[in-house]
């Protein structure tokens, strides 16, 4: 597949949604179902290695880009998904000074605050599928008490965390 | 605010990029933390970024990065974050999907994954405590706490989509304003 219509179509996919999987099914769609350039056995190896590795799951597309096209491929997914990020810019330049107002800073901290809650949200599904015994829960709390009680950084409860883990396979 | 030099925040997001697993979410929760640990960002910047990156198309969380690093640094600081947090993760990505079309399972790696995970739900639970607690000054805290828990409730309960959460946040922020 052409490397610019890879692109156009994996940044169409990025484009007309609002979250990391929420693409998903536009990705199918034009890769699986229209042009058969990838399986959906290979469009969910994509989706796993986004949810076993690090960073968005929006980062599938990367690995989407890779299996259609090799290495090129995945710098094409790459591009396809950090290209709407810039779209912020403008927003953020238009807000500008309208941002100080006191009004304006009231609903921002509202939105701050409705953020604390939606951070809730997300973790309540989390924990239910991650804590499935007594050390799941032991790092989930540990890790909560030094979050928010101390100033510790937060790679190394990322990597205690990946220690232990290791630890509970190996004995 | 303290202004950091664009090695150090490069060198922040890329770290972040690459431990940082279970989404966006979880990445956001840790940025929110070392920014005000760092006081690179503050609340108000902070809570605009968040705001307007549920609104923008594609993964939020990179939207989320291009403004506080174009808060914090201006245009260079926003490239810089989207590139630091999204390249060393790309890679793996691509060698994951590569070791798992080839042997399907790693049972060690999976292990791994799990553990920070549970570490990544940890985290998020602090950083909303962290998020409602820095902005709850003596006698002020009923608005964090009912806004917090409210938009918990629409969210996990009703099941709205962030971005509707975030507009009754906006409706309810703009009528109930602390003198």
Known sequence: ?171 | MARPRLTSLTRLFARVGVTVFGGGDPTIAILQREFYRRKWLSPEKFAIAFGIARLTPGTNVLAFCAASGWYILGSLGALAAVLAITIPASVLVVWLTRAYDLTGHYPLALSIANALVAAAVGTMVGAAVLLVRTQSSSGRWPRPIVIALGAFLLAYVLKLSPLQVIGAAAIVGFFWVES
């Open chain 1, 1 to 171: 597949m052409n490397l610019a219509v890879l692109y156009l179509l994996l940044v169409k996919a990025t484009l007309t949604s609002f979250s990391g999987l929420a693409s998903l099914p536009v990705v199918r769609t034009d890769f699986v179902v229209r042009r058969h350039v990838i399986t959906d056995r290979q469009l969910n190896t994509a989706v796993a290695a986004s949810r076993i590795g690090p960073g968005p799951l929006g980062i599938y597309v990367v690995s989407v880009g890779y299996l259609v096209a090799g290495a090129p491929g995945a710098c094409v997914g790459w591009l396809a998904m950090i290209t709407p990020a810039f779209l912020i810019i403008p927003m953020l330049r238009f807000l500008g000074t309208r941002a100080e107002h006191r009004r304006a800073r009231a609903v921002a901290s509202a939105v701050l605050f409705a953020g604390a809650g939606l951070m809730l949200s997300a973790a309540a599904p989390m924990a239910r599928d991650v804590i499935t015994g007594p050390l799941s829960l032991a790092i989930v709390a540990a890790s909560f008490v030094l979050i928010a009680v101390t100033r510790v950084d937060s790679l190394w409860v990322m990597l205690g965390a990946a220690v232990v883990g290791m630890l509970s396979f190996l004995f």
